[in-house]
């Protein structure tokens, strides 16, 4: 699945360098799968430095699929899904935005955290907030 959500990326990769790539990480769980941050992290030690503006407009345009010009966290919990990470929806926006003081993901500076949101009122991210990711 990770070589799958990498070439939907944009990347060449065979299955068994994508299997390689994680474990090698040391990010997959017992049953075999690959939380999103590791998913990120993975894919950052893959490009090195290769990140471009075409890279990042690639992977939004993933999350994108009905091209609105905005993500939201169930376009996100979606990917995830296909990489095999269950997550609701409030657990992609902790992920996100951070957890607040409850766990309403409003992390600690108000909707996003850390000094001011991640994500538009409707908790949708556009493409300017996904690259501040």
Do not use: W
């Not at 040391?26 to 049953?31: C, T």
């Not at 966290?73 to 990489?83: E, N, T």
């Not at 957890?99 to 493409?127: C, K, M, Y």
């Amino acid at each position: 699945r990770l070589a799958t959500a990498m070439r939907e990326l944009g990347e060449d990769i065979r299955d068994r360098d994508a299997m390689r790539l994680a474990m090698d990480s040391d990010a997959v769980d017992m049953q075999g799968r690959l939380g999103f941050s590791s998913f990120v992290a993975i894919m950052a030690n893959y490009v090195e430095g290769r990140e471009t503006e075409e890279d990042l407009q690639a992977a939004f345009r993933f999350l994108d699929k009905q091209g609105r010009g905005v993500i939201s966290f169930h376009d996100i919990q979606r990917a995830l899904g296909l990489m095999g990470v269950r997550m609701t929806e409030r657990d992609v926006e902790d992920l996100v935005c951070g957890p607040g003081p409850t766990g309403s993901g409003a992390g600690p500076g108000g909707a996003g955290g850390g000094g001011g949101p991640r994500h538009g009122p409707n908790g949708e991210i556009s493409f300017a907030q996904f690259v501040q990711l």
